[in-house]
């Protein structure tokens, strides 16, 4: 389970700034033990690491692991994930759901007849007031158009983390205000010029 992404030196003696990518960071005291992933995933081990201290600056987290002793140390862990086992998870309230949970889901829009708007491959929570489901949807000629859609409950009819599949009923034009402009668009806005 993701928990923080590690973004940057902050400190002499290994303190790492983090964006926080969990709605229960207070639990962090409780987990001396936690998982680095590096970007480049793919044939790599987590590495394990033990929190000695964390802080919350503004609107991120600054933690110091053991062995992490200077800026280089820190600086090479840039752009990791702090992660956790999923049966570590806190249990959550009846319907919610983890967002690392959603990740990989469908979304079928009901409004459509059921009608496919792609598939979530991130959670946008900062730049704005809702979280943005942001879905790769296949577009055009077959080019992958990056959609976002608020996650609110007025939209959802149903999560179906097992089938992989989230059910919404989005407002109709929602889908085209951020589709990605045709050829023949493009033709008429450098005419314009």
């Not at 991120?60 to 994930?81: P, T």
């Not at 959603?102 to 829009?109: H, K, N, Q």
């Not at 949807?137 to 959802?156: H, M, N, T």
Request: proline residues 7%; negative net charge; glycine residues 8%.
């Amino acid at each position: 389970m993701l928990l923080a992404r590690l973004i940057r030196p902050h400190g002499r003696h290994g303190e790492i700034a983090a964006d926080v990518l969990t709605d229960f960071p207070e639990r962090f005291h409780q987990r001396p033990r936690l998982f680095l992933f590096p970007p480049e995933r793919i044939g790599t081990r987590p590495r394990e690491v033990h929190l000695d201290n964390f802080w919350f600056l503004r609107s991120r987290i600054v933690f110091k692991f053991q062995g992490v002793d200077s800026i280089n140390d820190a600086e090479a862990l840039r752009g990791y994930d702090v992660v956790i086992p999923a049966e570590e998870r806190a249990p959550l309230e009846p319907g919610s759901v983890y967002v690392s949970d959603l990740i990989g889901c469908r979304v079928y829009d009901l409004n459509r007849d059921g009608a496919e708007a792609g598939e979530i491959v991130d959670v946008d929570r900062a730049s704005s007031s809702c979280e943005l489901l942001v879905l790769q949807s296949p577009g055009s000629l077959g080019a992958a158009a990056e959609l976002l859609i608020p996650f609110v409950r007025d939209y959802l009819v149903r999560i179906d983390l097992l089938g992989r599949r989230v059910e919404m009923r989005l407002p109709e034009g929602l889908l085209q205000i951020n589709a990605p402009v045709t050829e023949d668009e493009k033709r008429e806005i450098a005419g314009s010029k």
